[in-house]
């Protein structure tokens, strides 16, 4: 039986099944009621994978991680994206790999985390969270003239928004540090 994270995967997969191309509002639709962690996690991890190497789809991936941060900190409770946003769409195939390509990960991580410490996942975590997305985010573009550079903001995201999905104390830590990781090295990469 799949957990979490594949789960989330499986939906994003039939989504390319469906349809020719996935846009962003599609993937927002399906899993927007499990929250906002599954969602942050979801483009996270996609960021994080080969179409994190396509140009202008880190931008765009980053650019709604900050909206969905900034609606956690308004406290609401469902998501809003504008259509210029939502209307963006990757072809199928390329959805299709890259959750291939992430399924591992994901079965990994839904038998090793969930339901520790659930007290630090809380809504004063996630709002901490968010402020944290959001300065990761910012990284984003100008680490975006490099090849997957993109990818270290993006898997410390992923963790955060795994870390709030299965409500995963332990794990919401140690997104904490690697966030301060990823921050300090792209930090490094831009001024070095």
């Known amino acids: 039986m799949s957990g979490n994270a594949e789960d989330l995967l499986s939906e994003i997969n039939g989504l390319a099944d469906e349809e020719d ?9 399906a899993i ?17 994978s080969p179409l994190g190497g396509i140009p202008g789809v880190p931008t765009l991936f980053a650019v709604l991680l900050i909206l969905i941060a900034a ?10 994206i504008p259509d210029k946003i939502g209307d963006r769409a ?11 390509k992430a399924r591992p990960v994901a079965q990994w991580m839904d038998r090793y985390f969930g339901h520790r410490l659930e007290a630090l996942t809380g809504q004063p975590a996630q709002i901490a969270a968010a402020c944290v ?6 990284m984003i573009p100008p680490l975006e003239v490099v090849p997957f550079a993109a990818l270290i903001p993006f898997a410390a995201i992923a963790l955060l ?13 140690v997104a904490f ?16």
């Open 161 to 173: 928004g795994l870390a709030i999905t299965v409500r995963d104390g332990v794990l919401m830590v």
């Open 32 to 48: 927007g009621s499990r929250g906002f962690g599954p969602i942050i996690f979801v483009i996270a991890l996609l960021g994080a």
């Open 133 to 138: 997305v959001v300065g990761l985010c910012l």
């Open 71 to 80: 609606q956690i900190l308004l406290g609401r409770q469902s998501f809003w």
């Open 90 to 100: 990757v072809e199928d195939e390329k959805v299709t790999r890259s959750v291939d």
């Open 21 to 29: 191309n996935v846009s962003v509002k599609d993937v927002v639709e």
């Open 177 to 192: 540090a690697a966030s301060a990781g990823a921050l300090y090295a792209a930090v490094n990469f831009l001024t070095g």
